[in-house]
């Protein structure tokens, strides 16, 4: 039986393979490093309150026209004017799903929960409605309890 030590690759295209896998992760890691203030707010597309019959889920699609990744909840956003482009599940009956756009003003350290309401589960056309709203009260925020009355 006889042993092959010699490498695959030379130290030439040992180097060249390393640095390109490098430059590939320093790229792919650049474009995933997003950074958000402390005071960043959290948007949700869940019902909170499930007494109401005529509010359904919304899933956040994008945010000022920048999309957000499928199956992200919540949706982090900073401070500020926003416009937030929702969807919903269509009505039994229907195959098509309806967007739907929402202009919020969003406050520091705070969590929105937005919701779709119909009249009537029956009828594909909704509205959004923003269903409730509480203080986040993480690093960099102020609670509304460690405040004096």
């Given amino acids: ?10 130290r030439k295209e040992t180097a060249t393979s390393i640095r390109f896998i490098l430059s590939t992760l320093v790229l792919f890691s650049t474009g995933c490093a997003t950074t958000y203030s402390d005071q960043v707010s959290y948007l949700y597309g869940n019902r909170i309150f499930r007494a109401n019959i005529h509010t359904f889920p919304v899933v956040i699609t994008a945010v000022d026209g920048r999309s957000t990744m499928l199956g992200e909840s919540p949706v982090r956003v900073e401070p500020g004017e926003h416009v937030i482009s929702l969807v919903t599940a269509p009505a039994a009956g229907f195959r098509v799903a309806e967007h739907r756009e929402i202009k919020l003003v969003v406050e520091p350290c705070k969590r929105y929960y937005i919701v779709a309401e119909r009249e009537n589960a029956l009828l594909q056309a909704w509205k959004p409605v923003l269903d409730y709203v509480e203080d986040t009260g993480g690093k960099g925020c102020e609670s509304s309890r460690s405040r004096p009355a």
């Fill in 1 to 10: 039986m006889i042993l092959l030590r010699r490498p695959i690759l030379g």
